[in-house]
């Protein structure tokens, strides 16, 4: 075949491919109106930090003995979904859902399910023994099905978010226990007919780097023989020991797992004392690290859709979603300040105060600078956390900055195209 013949020939594919793409996302879009809307007056959440811990709303319990294994019925999960074209708009869009799956956390998921590719709920802590625990909130089915009908991933978190003893030290340093925990993380998402798993451990040490990057390893060979999606949520850093993370060995990790989830967040944290979330100059810099050490394609950079509400005598601040500092906002009359830099380096985050509290919050113009810096580094995409209650106006950037930039479902085109 002559190079102009095969010039054709590419043409074409990438024309058919390209429309069917558009087709399906169409199709998608015109699907989106679902069920209908509860509204719920917002809660207060805490956000994935260290220091964080499972409301105790959430009654935690254990199937099986600590040490025993879960093998749910897969014959009952019947056949397993084909996975659709992801990512639907130009990068992926994941959402973190820490609550139950309903009021203003299923508006927001139905108001979006058109651009979101996936959904992590906040459903599994494990055991010291390498069991699964679980809320009264997991394995929801009406999530499920709802998400698959809208081309949605479903990758639920286990994380060690936790109070008391954190139970992840002595289940890596188990061999055993960490193979058990795999096992069952293997056969949850089987019966239960998820897309894959989302590990969010958090604040080890650095000990435990080996551990860790066994276990990542191994969990991601066996979610991949079942065509399953591993995720993982990793502390943001700037040098391989930076931070909390260094037991999270990103080059180690990058090759193995199918995105890197940097939170991209608490610079500030609750812990601290009051000042910005995520100001995009810090952003920026895990980002190019990130993208040194790690294939930019896996690469998803956190987003915050909360603030942090700080008492300015000293104390620990609480998250709060948007909902409920605009209502703070609007009830007391107060003037909205903005940070636009800080030395030169560019921030782009709110802040207000009133009766001795100073509370912190991102702009949608800090939004659409971190979605640039996505584009600039050709990273993979972004995760939200968290969904429900946040400005609508994030929405509005993330759907005119992302749903028209085509490259990175041009860069999966161009994976099966043949040589030039």
């Known amino acids: 075949m002559n190079r102009r ?3 054709a020939v590419r043409k074409t594919l990438i024309g058919l491919v390209l429309f069917s793409a558009i087709f399906g996302w169409v199709l998608m879009a015109i699907n989106t109106v679902g069920l209908a809307q509860q509204v719920l007056t917002p809660a207060t959440v805490p956000t994935a930090a260290a220091t964080s811990v499972v409301p105790t709303s959430v009654a935690l319990f254990s199937p099986t003995s600590s040490a025993a294994p879960i093998f749910p019925d897969v014959s009952s999960a019947g056949a ?9 708009t130009g990068r992926y869009i994941a959402a973190w859902l820490p609550d139950s799956f309903s009021g203003e956390n299923r508006k927001s998921f139905e108001e979006n399910a058109d651009i979101i590719d996936e959904v992590s709920p906040f459903w599994y802590t494990p055991t010291a023994g390498g069991g699964l625990q679980f809320g009264q909130d997991a394995r929801d089915m009406t999530l499920v099905e709802l998400a698959h009908s809208k081309n949605v991933l479903v990758i639920p978190s286990v994380h060690n978010v936790v109070n008391g003893v954190d139970p992840v030290p002595a289940l890596l340093r188990n061999p055993d226990a960490r193979q058990l925990h795999i096992r069952n993380i293997v056969n949850e998402v089987l019966a239960y007919n998820y897309d894959g798993f989302d590990i969010d451990f958090e604040a080890l040490d650095t000990s435990l780097r080996a551990e860790y990057t066994a276990f990542v390893t191994d969990l991601a060979a066996a979610l991949h023989e079942h065509e399953k999606i591993l995720t993982i949520a ?10 909390l993370g260094g037991f999270q060995d990103w080059p180690a990790l990058g090759k193995v797992v199918d995105r890197l989830r940097i939170m991209t967040y608490d610079y500030h944290w609750r812990g601290g004392g009051p000042g910005p979330v995520a100001p995009v100059y810090w952003v920026s810099e895990v980002a190019e690290y990130a993208s040194s050490v790690v294939d930019p394609s896996k690469v998803i ?11 300015l005598g000293g104390g620990e601040a609480y998250g709060q979603t948007w909902n409920i500092i605009n209502d703070i906002i609007r009830s007391r009359g107060l003037t ?3 940070q636009e830099s800080d030395a030169g380096r560019e921030v782009q985050e709110n802040w207000i105060t009133y009766n001795g509290r100073e509370v912190w919050f991102s702009t949608s113009r800090g939004l659409e600078a971190k979605i640039s810096l996505v584009q600039r580094l050709d990273l993979a995409g972004i995760a939200i956390w968290r969904l429900g209650g946040e400005d609508p106006q994030n929405w509005t950037v993330i759907r005119n900055k992302l749903a028209q930039d085509p490259f990175e479902s041009q860069r999966s085109i161009n994976r099966v195209l043949p040589e030039p």
């Open 80 to 88: 397993a979904q084909t996975p659709a074209v992801h990512p639907k």
């Open 301 to 311: 950079i956190g987003v915050p859709f909360y603030g942090y509400n700080w008492p």
């Open 234 to 243: 990793v502390h943001a850093k700037t040098s391989d020991y930076g931070g």
């Open 336 to 338: 909205v300040n903005l």
């Open 5 to 7: 013949s095969f010039s």
